[in-house]
Structures are given as C-alpha cells and as structure tokens.
C-alpha cells in the first residue's frame, strides 16, 4: 500500500513533505524547490492535495496543487500522478505538472501555461 505522508525529494532535489491523511484522503503540506529550479525567488510554498482511498487502488492516484509563494509573480502548479511500490517495499512516486503564470492580457494567454 503506497501511502503519500512524509517527505519526498524529486530528481531535481525539490522536497515535497505531506501531512497525515485525513479521513477523506486529503492532505496538506508544503513544498521547497531545489537549486536545479532555477528560481532564487521560490520560497517554500504550501500545497493541498488528495489521494484515491488505498482500499480501492493499492498504488493510488493522487492530485494536487503548490500556490508558489514568489515575491513578484503569481504562479500555481498542479501535479497529477501515481504512487508505486516495488517488490522491495519502496515507494516511488511519478508524477506529471502543469505549471500556469499569471498574465497581463488575454493576448499573453498563450506564454502563461507550461
């Protein structure tokens, strides 16, 4: 059973750390990017996520959301993905992002979504 609580670190050395879940399989946490970033303005920002219950799927689907706390832009990035576990008990998570700038006009649209 893959289970998101505790800490986690990506590939890049961003570190992700996630509150217990709750009854209804959400959770709350934070997350701190690491230098492969490339953002000296990125402070640790809050995230709010959830989980499909682990009775259902035992490598379970999970969602959610970091409001980056930058000091001169708005940025949020969602994050969708699946947790593993190998035969040796360890969890793994995999995870696509979307990543959405505030923009100035309608005609900036295109530039704002990574």
């Not at 640790?44 to 499909?52: A, I, K, M, R």
């Amino acid at each position: 059973q893959c289970l998101l609580s505790g800490s986690w670190r990506s590939d890049t050395s961003c570190r992700m750390v996630v509150s217990t879940l709750d009854k209804d399989n959400r959770f709350s946490g934070f997350y701190l990017p690491g230098p492969a970033a490339g953002y000296s303005e990125l402070l640790t920002s809050p995230l709010e996520g959830s989980q499909q219950d682990t009775a259902l799927v035992p490598q379970s689907i999970f969602s959610f959301t970091v409001n980056w706390q930058l000091r001169e832009t708005a940025r949020t990035t969602v994050f969708l993905g699946q947790c593993y576990v190998d035969t040796n008990g360890e969890e793994t998570l995999h995870a696509l992002w979307l990543l959405r700038e505030a923009a100035n006009s309608p005609a900036e649209d295109w530039k704002a979504t990574r």
